[in-house]
């Protein structure tokens, strides 16, 4: 069960990307895909949890989510797990194809060992991981190579999905640090797209991002209801739920697979073409992203001082 989770994960997150695309070609801008996205996944969240609560309220392990200094936690991650990565996402897809969106974005676990290294004290970066990390973003630019003369262009799409995956990362490290088992994480997920839902309106009321949505084609508003339903709603439910039983080695295989369903979906639906560059840079961020996790299983497997033998 798992495994098939993983493999539902990997097929709808693969598959935001292509959503975005969808949105962004209908004429909607990256702030209203991101705030559409928002709001629609926070209401799937919220439902799933007021359901849970009135059918199942034993399923609630650890507390919900209560308190000013929890809430501003959770207001941080909000804004650096989905305010800021959805709209930079979104921004940079303007420029790039949303398979290459989905190999910038496959980065992400490289970003958090260096994040990790320098913000906290039991995660330190071995040889093994430094090695990961530099034949990972050595396929980074990789990929980033044929753009680097166009300032204008794809250089600065491809710039903002990979600072979208350092804003990934930075969040991930803060919730293991401060949000890890403190409260129910299925609410937690939940009062976090609202947090988010919160910093990211304001700004596209602001800035007249919501202006033509009463023009907009049907496809366009129907791919990021869609997006937010499934890959931003229900999807976190099934990754909170499957993370609680699952192996690291077997989440793992979400980083590996969700490029490659993002490229399909791309080359399918939208006919983009994976160039050879991308392939290359491809293989050297998942070989760099298995040496990290080999070298987080390595360290695993040494016994703590004074654990059981």
Known sequence: ??????????????????????GLNGGMSPLLVATWRL????????????????????????????????????????LVNNAIPFALIAWGEQRISSGLASIFNASMPLFTVIVAHFFTHDDRIIPLKAAGVFVGLAGVAVVIA?????????????LAVIVASLSYAAATVFVKKNLTG????????????VTALVWLAPL???????????????????????????????AYVIYYLIIQRAKASQLSLVTYLLPVT?????????NEQVTPFALIGFVLIVAGIALVNRANNTVQSIPKPGAAR
């Open 1 to 22: 069960m798992d495994i098939f989770g993983i493999l539902v994960l990997a097929l709808i997150w693969g598959s935001s990307f292509l959503f975005i695309k969808i």
């Open 39 to 78: 709001a629609v996944g926070a209401a799937v969240m919220w439902g799933i949890v007021g359901v849970r609560q009135l059918i199942a309220p034993a399923t609630f392990k650890q507390p919900a989510p209560t308190g000013r200094a929890t809430w501003a936690k959770i207001a941080i991650v909000g």
């Open 146 to 158: 044929p753009t680097a003369g166009d300032f204008s262009g794809e250089l600065l799409g491809s």
């Open 182 to 193: 403190a409260t129910d994480p299925i609410a937690t997920g939940a009062g976090q797209l």
């Open 204 to 234: 596209a009321l602001l800035t007249h991002a919501t202006a033509n949505i009463g023009a907009l084609p049907v496809s366009a508003m129907l791919a990021v209801t869609v997006l937010g339903f499934f890959g931003t709603g229900l």
């Open 262 to 270: 993002a490229l399909i979906y791309g080359a399918a639906f939208l």
